[in-house]
């Protein structure tokens, strides 16, 4: 089942960040727990991690775009799984 990928509170009075490094490119194999990219703030380097194993099929915030918390960022799902109505919501809900 396909997941997004969501900022999570970082337990500060930050509320955005901008998108540093992928770990993890399009395509790839992810596991549960494990670095996805980083959220940099003002005061601070935020390691984002995978909320489940699967392949990182849509990256959604590239490298320096601004996020806030619980945007989405990317959905991992399974290799041959129709994600196409995730994304078109996910997208939706950017616009």
Known sequence: MAT???IPHPGTKQTQ??????FKELGEAVEKGGPLCTVET???SM?????CSGI???IL?????????????AIIGDAHE???ALEKEVRREKA
């Open 42 to 44: 003002e005061k601070a």
């Open 4 to 6: 997004k990928v969501l």
């Open 17 to 22: 960040g901008t998108i540093g490094m992928w």
């Open 56 to 58: 990182l099929r849509v």
């Open 82 to 84: 129709d994600i196409s």
């Open 47 to 51: 390691e984002i991690e995978s909320p």
């Open 61 to 73: 915030c590239p490298r320096d775009t601004l996020v806030s918390v619980g945007d989405c960022i």
